[in-house]
Structures are given as structure tokens and as C-alpha cells.
């Protein structure tokens, strides 16, 4: 929802509309949940969410609105603005991305960093990234260590899956991980459009 938000925004300055594009996709994206497992404040936060209305992008404050879900959704924004002089641009729309639906600072300041780290990992070759410089394009040590824990295994999997993808692609991914996933072409068409973007 978010790569798709920021591909149909394009280069257009009005980052009002940006955020209504990303609500009116966040919102799109939980009819397509059944069978999934989204967070609590995902759901609470998204269901608030009036992204066509005046104010209505401005959620009730939740103390509780933690989580890891708004992380999950940044990964791309930092493919979006990878440039140093995007910084600005990038934490603005990390952090009001993030806000949407986890509007407790724990809550959406860790997708502001998630956003700029992706930036940075774009920007400077020696960038010591425990997990990533750990596993390297070793698909199956990043998998072992960054999905198949006693943690918050599926979250950390989806986190450490989208930096290894932006970094070595499917290269030692196997096939079998790949071929039939759902939305498969939806995603690479994302990657293009964010690449394209990445580049004017």
C-alpha cells in the first residue's frame, strides 16, 4: 500500500495529497486481510482513519498504539527518497505514514528510522547493519537469524527480508520462495515505480 501510494502521488509537491493517497491505500489494503494476522493497532488506528475527509486523517491518540506494523509498511519510503537532499521529505512522510495507524511515539518513530536507514544503506557503501553485514547475501543465515526465532519472528522476518531484497535481489533466494508468491507481479511493478522515482 505504501509503495503503491507513493508510485500514483508520482513527483506532484502537494504532500497533503500524498498522505491522503497513503490513507486511502492503508485503508484499501485491510479489506485484503482475511487469513492475515494484522496488529491490533492496525486495525484500531486504520479503522479511525477517514483519509477523504477534512481532519480526517488525524486519529484518535492511542497510549497503547505500539507495535512493529508501521515499520513493516516503511521499508520503501527510504526507496523513495534516497537522496541526501531527500532527507527532509523522507522523515516527514516515515513519520506521517507511520502516524496513521500507530500514533504512540513507540509507535511510529521507529518507522522513521527504518525509512532512513533504507536511505542511508542507498548512500554510504560501509554501513555496518548488524543482521545484513552478518548474513551478507546469505539468504538462509539472514533467514536463520532474522526470521526463525522465539521472537516477534514474523516481524523482524519481513523486516530483514525487504533490506535483503533491496540489496541482493532474489540472488540465493530459492526459487521455490518466490515463485507463486501472492501479489508477486503487484510488487515487482512496485519496485520498478519506486526505482523510476528514485531516479529524477
Known sequence: ???EALIQHGTRDD?????VDLGTKYKECMRDMKGRAPGLTCKVGLSSLRPL???GLNIPFNPRGVGC???MRAMCIGLRYPKEEDIGQLIAVAMESGRMSHNHPTG???EQYLSVRGQWSLCFNDRHDALLYCAGSDWVKLCEHGALHGGDSDSTGVMACCWFGALYGFQGVPVCNYKDLEYKQRLMDCADGLYALSQI
Do not use: F
Not at 504532500?15 to 498522505?19: A, D
Open 108 to 110: 511510529y518513530l521507529g
Open 15 to 19: 504532500v497533503g495529497l500524498l498522505y
Open 69 to 71: 506494523g508501521a515499520s
Open 1 to 3: 500500500a505504501t509503495a
Open 53 to 55: 475527509e477534512k481532519g
